[in-house]
Structures are given as C-alpha cells and as structure tokens.
C-alpha cells in the first residue's frame, strides 16, 4: 500500500484564501487590502500555517479564518494602544477576533499596522543602539 503525505500548510496567502468559506474569504481579502494600503513594501508569507506581513525583516501583522470568527494579530502594542476602539470586538493579548458580518473597520486597521510599524522600528532602534556601545 503506497502512502501519500498531504500537507495543510498553505502553500502562499491565495492558497490559504481558497480554503476559507467565501464569507470569510471576502472579509480577509478587505483587511488584506487595507494592510497593503498602509504597508505596501510589506512581504506576504505563510508563518505558523496563516497569512503574514513582514516588513523589513520583521512580522509585521497575520490574520486568519477559525470556525467561527476571523482573527487579526497586530500583536499586543498595538491592540494594547487601541484598547478603547477595540471594545465592542473580542481581544486577548495581541489578537482581534471579528466575524465577516462584523468586521474591523479599515481606518482602525490602518491606525494599528501603522502602530505596529513605529513599535517595530523603535525596537530596532533599541536593538542597534545597544549593540553600538
């Protein structure tokens, strides 16, 4: 009997879209969008199985389709520095759960990779002025 590997890993960010109802497809590729808006130069890849924007080296944002809801990871500054925007919208630690008929709008999206753009050059700020000394 011959076996055969099948992987769940997508193999890039439209390969992922096309596994996701069409409701969901449809909400990811608004937000997909709008993070391009902000961070065009950003990298699309696939970490950790879902969606992500790298910019510069660094993870920038990942989002992803579950169930029963849509996540956005900004990572905890961001969602920590919008905490008053985010409350009628399920957060934890560094992720934004929405569902298609309830999204994230995409000014509050905008406003959060732009968060998570200064946070990631000041950490890299940080970085190399520590290793000049």
Not at 42 to 50: G, K, L, M, P, V
């Amino acid at each position: 009997m011959k076996r055969t590997t099948k992987t769940n890993t997508p193999r890039d960010v439209d390969d992922y879209l096309s596994r996701v109802s069409a409701t969901q497809r449809k909400a990811l590729e608004q937000l997909r969008r709008t993070i391009k808006s902000v961070a065009p130069t950003a990298e699309e890849i696939i970490s950790y199985q879902i969606p992500t924007f790298q910019l510069n080296g660094r993870m920038l944002v990942s989002y992803a389709a579950f169930a029963e809801h849509c996540s956005f990871f900004p990572g905890a500054g961001p969602t920590e520095v919008h905490q008053e925007e985010l409350k009628s919208f399920a957060t934890s630690k560094g992720t934004v759960r929405f569902t298609p008929d309830k999204p994230l709008s995409s000014s509050l999206i905008k406003k959060m990779v732009k968060t998570r753009i200064k946070l990631n050059e000041a950490a890299e700020r940080k970085k190399k002025g520590s290793s000049s000394r």
